[in-house]
């Protein structure tokens, strides 16, 4: 009994959503922030006011209108996504459309009832085979020299190209209007997407548009993690080896090789200088944390405790320390620890932790809890952020079904997570809201799982 009961956490800490593979293994109320936690998106700091108008088509050819619609639309849900703004209602814009600075009176969009701050602007047009736009950023109240950004862009002429033009024009908004900070419009999540019998390795954009396939190896690959320079994708996939770390070359769009040995390998992570990755392996026997290059060689075990170690993340800030799930205390709990093993912290007091993701600045964790799990018990797994130095925590998710893998945007301000409302694997589809549980909404529909968002 024993036994069965530790291959079952060990499963659910592995892969959390893997039923189909668990056939032989067979076998809420809400609860309040601690007093004095505050994450970076519950600050009280007052958001910046910013008007958004639709960009002036300035050339006749008839791609424009669609391209210049494209833009238009994925421009403002990426300042509205941001979670620094609060976005001008369209309807309360100045109906004179500016595409230049000389075109803009910007008292009337400072004045009531647009009430302005800032105003974001421009002119789009097609040009043979090429999209022209410029854009512009203005403070509405420094009318002497409002302007803040003026940027052009000259792209070949397609839907795509229009998208990753806002969603450049945006990220050096937020840049200029955040106090340096990127944004996170051109980056990519990754993801387990069930297909048929198999699971494969996809990839989106932050809003969850241009979803593709990375991987077709026709067996169930798991736990995607992107390296920091974006050039390198680790997951775990099954083959005749059992369960094994696997690397795929996003530059060479083709598997290369990464050092296979016994045992179950999963939940790989990357350091933040791109040089080694942590994972856990069960070659000695129990499954516990290693770290090797990012070739999978110079493997070094780091923690030697009698019970499954799994799901480790490195501090992405100083690199200097592992967040990760173990069990050497019976249920699964969250533990921090130099990369040499030592300075090991128990995070939480109970319940059932799994699935660590490591903010950016190395200050919270966020990770997937039932914090009252047992027989009877009325709770269930939600997504929870908890501050290192205080272990103080709030919890973001409630009464929404099944919680897991969330993992951090790399500005900081938002959280992808897995959710299946009914709790049933083949249900999990893919979330995002920003930091403090606010502002959530679907970016996937059912049968997508273990999110993974890119360094930058």
Request: hydrophobic share 40%; with cysteine; charged share 20%.
């Amino acid at each position: 009994m024993l036994r069965q009961k530790r291959t079952n956490f060990l499963w659910r800490a592995y892969i959390g959503c893997l039923e189909t593979l668990l056939l032989l293994l067979a076998g809420a109320s809400a609860l309040h922030a601690q007093e004095g936690f505050k994450t970076e998106t519950s600050s009280g700091v007052s958001n910046i006011r910013i008007a958004v108008a639709d960009f002036k088509p300035t050339s006749a050819d008839p791609q424009t209108t669609a391209f210049k619609h494209t833009f238009d639309t994925t421009l403002f849900a990426d300042l509205s996504n941001a979670g620094i703004f609060d976005i001008v209602s369209k309807s309360l814009l100045p109906q004179a459309i500016p595409g230049a600075p000389a075109e803009i009176k910007i008292q009337q969009w400072a004045d009531a009832p647009t009430s302005a701050a800032m105003v974001a602007f421009g002119n789009f047009s097609v040009q043979g085979s090429k999209i022209i736009c410029n854009g512009f950023l203005f403070d509405a109240k420094n009318l002497q020299y409002p302007q803040v950004l003026a940027k052009q862009y000259n792209e070949d002429a397609s839907d795509d190209s229009a998208r990753q033009i806002a969603h450049r024009f945006a990220d050096e908004i937020i840049f200029r209007l955040s106090g340096g900070s990127q944004g996170i419009a051109e980056s990519k999540i990754f993801y387990v997407k069930l297909t048929g019998a198999n699971k494969e390795i996809w990839q989106m954009d932050y809003d969850g548009a241009n979803q593709h396939a990375i991987t077709h190896l026709g067996t169930v690959s798991i736990s995607p993690r992107i390296s920091p320079d974006n050039s390198r994708l680790a997951f775990s996939s099954l083959g005749h080896d059992g369960f094994q770390i696997r690397m795929y070359s996003l530059v060479l769009n083709r598997m290369v090789n990464f050092a296979s040995v016994g045992g179950t390998n999963l939940s790989p992570a990357w350091s933040p200088n791109g040089k080694d990755i942590a994972y856990s392996s069960s070659r000695s026997g129990d499954p516990e944390i290693w770290i090797s290059d990012a070739n999978g060689t110079l493997p070094r075990r780091i923690t030697s405790f009698r019970g499954p170690d799994v799901s480790p993340v490195f501090n992405p800030r100083t690199g200097s320390q592992i967040a990760w799930i173990s069990g050497r205390t019976n249920l699964p709990q969250l533990y921090v620890m130099d990369i040499d093993g030592s300075n090991v912290q128990r995070m939480t007091d109970g319940g059932y932790a799994t699935s660590p993701s490591w903010s950016p600045n190395g200050q919270f964790l966020t990770f997937a809890w039932d914090r009252k799990y047992g027989p009877g018990a009325p709770g269930g797994q939600d997504i929870y952020v908890m501050e290192i130095a205080t272990k103080r925590w709030i919890q973001l998710t409630h009464d929404g079904g099944r919680c897991d893998f969330p993992s951090w945007s790399p500005d900081g301000r938002h959280i992808v997570y897995a959710n299946s409302p009914d709790g049933k694997a083949a249900h999990m589809k893919i979330m995002t809201m920003l930091a403090d549980g606010t502002q959530k909404h679907e970016l996937t529909g059912a049968g997508a799982d273990m999110p993974n968002w890119s360094w930058k």
